[in-house]
């Protein structure tokens, strides 16, 4: 008679325990239907820092609206072609703040380098340098003095020529961004231009060994010219 009720127990704790297991599924399954979903990006592989974001190192993924960060980035086209500040591991979300636009100045002179060009810094005075009224995104012409040698080789006389045009300033002195508020002078004794590894040569060469101007382009003008090096003898008539 014992056992009759033992078993009865059972079953009866057997089916209470298959109804709050089945209970608890259903909550579960109708919780899940309840929970809303969002588009993100987030990082396909390993990421480095200082790396340009291509389509390949993204996906998209739906998760919980709740886990979303307020700063994700929702679509690829809003991340491709940017650079990353910090390395970001495989699976994590793609933050705006770990993203910086080409030519961005904030983050360091390097992010404002044009794609194929090279930062170059040259010595300036209050002449040369036009009285401090050369702005960074200005556009310049390079031009200088340099000895050349005279035609039979005998000695060497001064030639002014036009060693560069329309060369970007990035920066001047350490200075980046124009803060001059439009008028006023800045304080400067260099330049920083943006050059191709070919224009560099020319541009070192002309700064070591002769003296440097530099001429202020209209920002509208990106016209050039074809000229000769004009030795003293042309004075002359």
Do not use: W
Request: zero cysteines; proline letters at 5%; hydrophobic letters at 45%.
């Amino acid at each position: 008679m014992k056992s009759k009720y033992i078993m009865i127990l059972s079953l009866i704790f057997g089916l209470l325990t298959a109804y709050l297991i089945y209970n608890f599924l259903v909550e579960t399954k109708q919780s899940m239907n309840d929970t809303q979903y969002g588009e993100v990006v987030v990082a396909a592989v390993d990421v480095l820092g200082k790396t340009q974001v291509t389509n390949e190192m993204l996906q998209v993924m739906k998760v919980p609206v709740e886990y979303i960060h307020p700063l994700a980035i929702r679509e690829k086209n809003n991340a491709v072609g940017k650079i990353t500040n910090t390395a970001i591991s495989q699976g994590e979300e793609i933050l705006q703040n770990k993203l910086i636009d080409i030519g961005e100045v904030n983050y360091g002179l390097s992010y404002a380098v044009p794609l194929g060009k090279r930062a170059v810094t040259i010595a300036v005075d209050d002449v040369s340098g036009i009285s401090g009224l050369i702005k960074p995104g200005d556009k310049v012409d390079v031009a200088a003095v340099v000895n050349l040698p005279e035609e039979g080789g005998q000695k060497e006389v001064p030639n002014a020529l036009v060693v560069l045009q329309d060369v970007q300033v990035l920066a001047v002195g350490i200075t980046m961004e124009d803060r001059s508020g439009g008028k006023g002078t800045l304080d400067y004794k260099n330049i920083t231009v943006a050059v191709t590894v070919e224009d560099a040569r020319p541009l070192i060469l002309a700064s070591q060994k002769g003296v440097i101007r530099l001429m202020l382009r209209s920002p509208i003008d990106t016209s050039t010219v074809v000229t000769e090096p004009f030795s003293p003898e042309e004075f002359l008539p």
